[in-house]
């Protein structure tokens, strides 16, 4: 953290990468006073597996981070990677209320952070007002149909987003959340990647996304590995 404070409001670094470090709380304190300042010119920044959250004990310092990237309008371009952080539906929730202000995060990487269906409904809410996020993923993130189906419907009304893909891999998908992201395939015209691999939508869940596909011309990758559709 002390290091982190040292950089001060006026560095020109555009590139952070502090994966496998243990930032922790105070350190994601001392990065949202970074991505905070007028005169931030960081465009990536990756804190896979930082313990951000002292183990889920303490959301505090990411919540400021959160905070920070919501009101950032400097930055073009920005990649958060805070994957293997166990943030939970708490730190997502922050996380999900800052992209409704943020006009310029592309990419947002959750991976492995046990944000459940709660999680995954904040994030879901915030793609119905956010305009720029073209990649998002949630691999092994405890979200089953619930969850699904609040991001399936997010992706029915947002209209804006040029590129979307969608990453649900290893999660608890079933046949629900499979016939609720394939209604949303039918009026979303955008998503190019849909991954949901090893899930469990089974054989129902597959023929309503192929029945979706008749009328999407948008849709490019289409992963269903593992599910169990015989």
């Not at 269906?117 to 405890?142: I, P, S």
């Amino acid at each position: 953290a002390g290091a982190l404070k040292a950089l001060g409001s006026r560095s020109r670094l555009q590139t952070l990468k502090l994966n496998k470090n243990t930032v922790g709380p105070s350190g994601a304190r001392a990065l949202a006073k970074l991505v905070r300042g007028s005169e931030c010119s960081l465009t990536s920044l990756e804190l896979s597996s930082c313990d951000l959250c002292d183990s889920g004990r303490d959301t505090l310092g990411l919540k400021e981070l959160a905070e920070a990237l919501g009101v950032n309008r400097v930055i073009t371009a920005l990649n958060v990677n805070v994957s293997q952080n166990n943030i939970g539906p708490e730190g997502t929730k922050a996380i999900g209320e800052a992209l409704r202000g943020n006009a310029v995060l592309t990419a947002l990487n959750l991976y492995y952070n046990r944000i459940g269906n709660e999680g995954a409904k904040a994030l879901a809410a915030a793609l119905r007002v956010n305009g720029v996020l073209t990649n998002l993923v949630l691999w092994e993130n405890n979200i089953g149909d619930e969850g699904a189906v609040a991001i399936a419907d997010a992706l029915r009304v947002n209209a804006v987003l040029t590129d979307l893909n969608l990453y649900l891999y290893n999660n608890y998908i079933g046949a629900e959340g499979a016939a609720a992201l394939a209604s949303a395939l039918r009026v979303n015209e955008v998503l190019t990647t849909l991954a949901l691999p090893q899930n469990n939508i089974g054989a129902e869940g597959a023929a309503a996304i192929a029945e979706a596909l008749r009328g999407n011309a948008a849709l490019k990758n289409l992963n269903l590995r593992e599910n169990r559709i015989g």
